[in-house]
């Protein structure tokens, strides 16, 4: 049986994956090491650690309150990353998939667990070498986790697009905003969480999971939102890795807030039919961004993904005051009227011509150069 840790209502805490390029043709390079290495001759106190491929390394915030506070800690991260980078001559970068790599000359990072997914998964664990922002907020109880997964749920849409940095993959432009949830889109877990209603339904899902030999834990779940019982909270898994860390701590904010409206707001309740459309609008945010399509299954009503948001923005007015993330909020309706990530990168390439100087440009972004 799973124990959900309750933690203090909308704290709340983000993953970044991060690219490490050489800054001579700027493909991915095997760095994660030697990065790790001279980060670790400080005593930080920071969680940065390897993923699954050693061209990839993950950082990831304490818990938080004040979205402020969280920038301040990247701030202070990022600053201790550059310096390790430097003296190794690499670049770091946001973004959700490095354009010009190839899957084939990724390397496993020598960890239990990561052998344990290459194994099972093939060549698919080396084509996972993409880069997500994950969300963490804390819920008081395994059944508000349960709730506020599914009230998110027509959401995803919105944080899709909101940090879509992956239009180009494999050396070619893949004329979607995010092409980097098509690669975990093959992972047979993966998708949404089934429609059960409180932790104990959930704990009944999990042990008949287990029992038939599917999953042993919480991580064998590749779900675009997920409880995480181990630490208290919703997590929501589906955004690219922004450009810059600003970013990334304005949807966080944003989730932190949509949680408030919707802890707040009691006489909301999950309904099955949200999932009726749930792909296809994620679909249409992955490939369209913005001007994708959002069909609300419970109205019957059609809009753009454009303007969902803008309208729960407004919605979500009163809870941003009372929580202080109004700045946030306008960082990514700024965004809205920028057209975003993807694209700035496409905008780049245009210019360039050159997908070595798209991710120069975008780790000169990240690194604050």
């Given at each position: ?17 991060l690219q490490i390029v050489n ?105 996972f070498t993409v880069y997500g ?159 994708g399509a959002l069909i609300n ?73």
């Amino acid at each position: 049986m799973l124990e959900f840790n309750n933690s203090t209502p909308l704290t709340m805490g983000v993953e970044l994956e991060l690219q490490i390029v050489n800054r001579r043709d700027y493909n991915l390079t095997r760095g994660s090491d030697d990065l790790l290495e001279i980060i670790n001759k400080v005593d930080h106190g920071y969680d940065i650690k390897p993923e699954i491929t050693e061209s990839m390394i993950e950082i990831a915030t304490s818990v938080h309150t004040d979205h402020h506070a969280m920038l301040a800690e990247l701030v202070e991260m990022r600053k201790l990353l550059v310096a390790a980078a430097d003296k190794l001559n690499l670049g770091l970068a946001g973004g959700g998939a490095h354009p010009f790599q190839h899957w084939e000359d990724q390397r496993i990072y020598p960890t239990d667990r990561y052998r344990l997914v290459s194994d099972l998964y093939g060549y698919l664990a080396k084509q996972f070498t993409v880069y997500g922002q994950h969300i963490h907020i804390g819920c008081p109880s395994g059944d508000e986790a349960i709730r506020l997964s599914h009230l998110l749920a027509r959401t995803i849409p919105h944080f899709i697009t909101l940090s879509a940095s992956s239009p180009f993959y494999q050396g070619v432009d893949t004329t979607f905003q995010s092409s980097r949830l098509t690669s975990i889109n093959a992972f047979p877990l993966s998708g949404y969480m089934p429609f059960v209603t409180d932790w104990d339904g959930f704990n009944t899902y999990f042990d008949k999971m287990s029992k038939l030999g599917i999953v042993a834990s919480m991580k064998d779940f590749y779900w675009d939102l997920r409880p995480k019982p181990e630490y208290g909270t919703v997590e929501i898994r589906v955004c690219d890795t922004p450009l810059t860390i600003e970013t990334a701590v304005a949807l966080g904010a944003y989730a932190q807030t949509l949680s408030k409206y919707f802890m707040d707001n009691r006489d909301l309740q999950p309904l099955q039919d949200t999932y009726l459309t749930y792909s296809y609008n994620r679909f249409q945010a992955c490939r369209f961004g913005l001007n994708g399509a959002l069909i609300n299954p419970i109205a019957g009503t059609q809009s753009s993904i454009q303007e969902d948001i803008l309208n729960t923005f407004d919605m979500i007015r009163d809870a941003a005051d009372a929580l202080g993330t109004s700045d946030a909020i306008a960082l990514l309706r700024n965004r809205v009227n920028a057209q975003g990530d993807a694209t700035w990168l496409r905008a780049s390439y245009e210019k360039s011509g050159s997908l070595s100087d798209v991710v120069r440009q975008q780790s000169n972004v990240w690194m604050g150069k």
